[in-house]
């Protein structure tokens, strides 16, 4: 809420406002702290971290949209370099129990039919050497695709790599393993022509996580917006620094599932 009064620029004095509201924008700061092990339990947080914490919060909020503190002079800046103390809590989301997840591999491996073996061998070859080819599985609906998208998953994520699952929907997105919607992972405008670019930040929680990717299964791909899949394309080539065309939209090989 206080993000929202900065940006209407009509506050005169907005720090003010922060000192006599900080104790009720900070009231869940401390089991934040707690909760990502930077404070032991039996450990009492100075109230001036709790409050350094909330300013520095609110200036990451604000650093997402163009602004910062700075902005808003005399406003209280944060002292401490929390960016450099708080774990990533997408990355963290990405540690898994490699045990169970081999067990599950094995066992969806076991159950496979010819052409999901195929498929998954060829697309873990690519995996395995970098070969950074895409891959387009094709088949009428219970053939078993979204099983064959949910076991690649485990495995990369066996091998303690990332793997990122995207569909266009919600309900698609539902039945895969961390699904989550295109729109929502990559941040593509839902007004967009052909010069949109993705819109995801270098300070973002995402951006770590995209550099460590290994592998994304975009299911429903073909239902999606020519321009969509074209933003998240060239941020991912502005991310990876590469400025010839990666063909990442490209069909390489087609597999039929019956």
């Given at each position: 809420?206080?993000?929202?009064?900065?940006?209407?620029?009509?506050?005169?004095?907005?720090?003010l406002l922060w000192d006599q509201f900080k104790a009720?924008?900070?009231?869940?700061?401390?089991?934040?702290?707690?909760?990502?092990?930077?404070?032991?339990?039996?450990?009492?947080?100075?109230?001036?971290?709790?409050?350094?914490?909330?300013?520095?919060?609110?200036?990451?909020?604000?650093?997402?949209?163009?602004?910062?503190?700075?902005?808003?002079?005399?406003?209280?800046?944060?002292?401490?370099?929390?960016?450099?103390?708080?774990?990533?809590?997408?990355?963290?989301?990405?540690?898994?129990?490699?045990?169970?997840?081999?067990?599950?591999?094995?066992?969806?491996?076991?159950?496979?039919?010819?052409?999901?073996?195929?498929?998954?061998?060829?697309?873990?070859?690519?995996?395995?050497?970098?070969?950074?080819?895409?891959?387009?599985?094709?088949?009428?609906?219970?053939?078993?695709?979204?099983?064959?998208?949910?076991?690649?998953?485990?495995?990369?994520?066996?091998?303690?790599?990332?793997?990122?699952?995207?569909?266009?929907?919600?309900?698609?997105?539902?039945?895969?393993?961390?699904?989550?919607?295109?729109?929502?992972?990559?941040?593509?405008?839902?007004?967009?022509?052909?010069?949109?670019?993705?819109?995801?930040?270098?300070?973002?929680?995402?951006?770590?996580?995209?550099?460590?990717?290994?592998?994304?299964?975009?299911?429903?791909?073909?239902?999606?917006?020519?321009?969509?899949?074209?933003?998240?394309?060239?941020?991912l080539r502005d991310l990876l620094e590469v400025s010839?065309?990666?063909?990442?939209?490209?069909?390489?090989?087609?597999?039929?599932?019956?």
């Open positions: 809420m206080l993000v929202v009064i900065l940006l209407t620029d009509k506050v005169a004095e907005p720090y009720r924008l900070c009231d869940d700061v401390k089991h934040k702290l707690y909760h990502m092990n930077y404070y032991q339990a039996d450990q009492e947080i100075p109230e001036d971290h709790i409050y350094d914490y909330g300013l520095w919060d609110l200036n990451r909020i604000l650093v997402g949209i163009g602004r910062s503190l700075a902005d808003f002079p005399p406003m209280p800046l944060p002292q401490q370099q929390w960016a450099h103390r708080i774990p990533n809590p997408l990355l963290q989301a990405e540690q898994y129990n490699v045990n169970e997840i081999a067990t599950l591999v094995d066992k969806q491996r076991a159950i496979f039919n010819l052409d999901q073996a195929a498929a998954f061998d060829t697309v873990l070859e690519s995996i395995t050497n970098n070969q950074g080819h895409l891959f387009f599985i094709h088949a009428t609906s219970s053939c078993g695709k979204t099983f064959l998208y949910n076991t690649i998953a485990a495995e990369v994520r066996r091998r303690g790599q990332i793997a990122l699952c995207v569909a266009l929907s919600g309900i698609a997105a539902l039945l895969l393993d961390r699904g989550r919607t295109s729109h929502s992972h990559f941040k593509i405008s839902l007004s967009i022509h052909e010069d949109s670019v993705a819109r995801l930040k270098h300070n973002s929680y995402m951006f770590p996580v995209l550099q460590q990717t290994k592998v994304i299964i975009w299911d429903e791909v073909p239902m999606q917006y020519k321009y969509d899949i074209d933003a998240v394309d060239q941020y010839n065309y990666l063909h990442l939209i490209a069909l390489k090989l087609t597999y039929y599932i019956e």
